[in-house]
């Protein structure tokens, strides 16, 4: 089956550490798409990648930065430099083009500070 | 610069009829989807509308006016597990002509007996 899968579920982060989320996918779309949800609050986007080796930053990149060396693959770093950090994450991904098709998700990493 | 408006909170008896209304201001509209996000879980697909008019699909439909840029998600026989987060998103390609999902904050329903 394909779809979105998004590791760890539950992430503990202590003071001065980066830690990564994994988001991996196999619906071979070219676009992925990381967004940071608090509690009671829709969905902002961290950072997007519309193609292999290219990205741009969202409405709140600041603290953030990603990769996408393959297709499959789009990691988020969450830096030290990511003062309040504590959110639900959600990784998704969508084909590039102007297809009907919405954007899939996975199932969320939960980021809590120590 | 692109702003979508949703109510807030919502509630409803199970059984009724409800309406979540969706506003937005975008630079380079290019479909409008909704989604249904339960309480720590992730979005689900609802509807998808691109072209004015009523999208039905069981007991949800969607309508959208782009001249009004104006949606709404139509939710008939109410049951207690459509209490839930219903997101309206707007898919945009703005300036840089890459795409994204911009997302509204979500309306909150709560389906009483």
């Known amino acids: 089956d394909g779809g979105i899968t998004q590791s760890p579920k539950y992430l503990f982060r202590k003071e001065g550490q980066n830690v990564t989320l994994s988001c991996e996918q196999n619906l071979n779309h070219d676009a992925m798409y990381w967004y940071r949800q608090d509690p009671g609050q829709g969905l902002r986007l961290i950072y997007y990648s519309q193609i292999v080796n290219d990205f741009q930053k969202g409405d709140i990149a600041e603290g953030y930065s990603v990769s996408r060396e393959k297709k499959e693959s789009f990691p988020l770093t969450v830096t030290s430099a990511q003062k309040n950090p504590t959110a639900f994450y959600l990784c998704?991904?969508?084909?590039?083009?102007?297809?009907?098709?919405?954007?899939?998700f996975g199932d969320g990493t939960r980021l809590s500070i120590l | 610069g692109q702003n979508i408006d949703q109510p807030t909170e919502m509630t409803a008896t199970e059984g009724a009829i409800v309406q979540i209304n969706c506003t937005y201001q975008?630079?380079?509209?290019?479909?409008l989807f909704w989604y249904q996000q339960h309480a720590g879980e992730a979005p689900t697909f609802l509807s998808y509308?691109?072209?004015?008019g009523l999208e039905e699909k069981g007991r949800f439909s969607s309508f959208l006016s782009r001249s009004k840029g104006y949606s709404y998600l139509l939710l008939k026989e109410l049951q207690m597990k459509d209490s839930a987060s219903y997101l309206c998103a707007v898919r945009d390609h703005g300036n840089t002509g890459f795409q994204k999902l911009v997302f509204g904050t979500g309306t909150r329903l709560l389906v009483s007996p």
């Open positions: 509308n691109v072209l004015d």
């Open positions: 998704a991904s969508m084909t590039g083009d102007n297809s009907n098709q919405p954007q899939h």
């Open positions: 975008t630079s380079g509209f290019n479909g």
